[in-house]
């Protein structure tokens, strides 16, 4: 059974940084594609960040490239999103998925999601 548990969210000040977690559980890491989404209410889910041995990348969302980094810990399968110079566009509740078959940016593709993570910025 797979099981994923976002943590480290907060509020910071605009060009301040915050650092994600995503602890799995049921999962190996070479075996499915990890990403982080995000969304705000009243809008569409984006995606953030995806990270696949099998797939190439990382992948970065346009608004994110440069800022954020997604990483992968595989001996304690923990997936993380460095997130610097954080803007109050970023504010939104964090999601990281899993699948092993799929990596983009459609979230009704990923067959596992956690509970989320708030992130606040304000300016």
């Known amino acids: 059974q797979v099981q994923l548990v976002e943590s480290g969210g907060g509020s910071v000040q605009t060009g301040g940084s915050l650092r994600l977690s995503c602890a799995a559980s049921?999962?190996?890491?070479?075996?499915?594609?990890m990403t982080w989404f995000r969304q705000v209410p009243g809008k569409e889910r984006e995606g953030v960040a995806a990270?696949?041995?099998?797939?190439?990348?990382?992948y970065y969302g346009d608004s994110v490239k440069g800022r954020f980094t997604i990483s992968r810990d595989a001996a304690k399968n923990i997936l993380y999103l460095q997130m610097n110079n954080l803007k109050p566009e970023d504010s939104a509740m964090y999601y990281c998925?899993?699948?092993?078959?799929?990596?983009?940016?459609?979230?009704?593709?990923?067959?596992?999601w956690g509970q989320g993570t708030q992130v606040t910025v304000s300016s």
């Open positions: 990270t696949w041995i099998h797939g190439g990348g990382p």
């Open positions: 998925a899993a699948d092993r078959t799929y990596c983009g940016w459609i979230g009704t593709s990923y067959n596992h």
């Open positions: 049921g999962v190996t890491y070479s075996n499915y594609c």
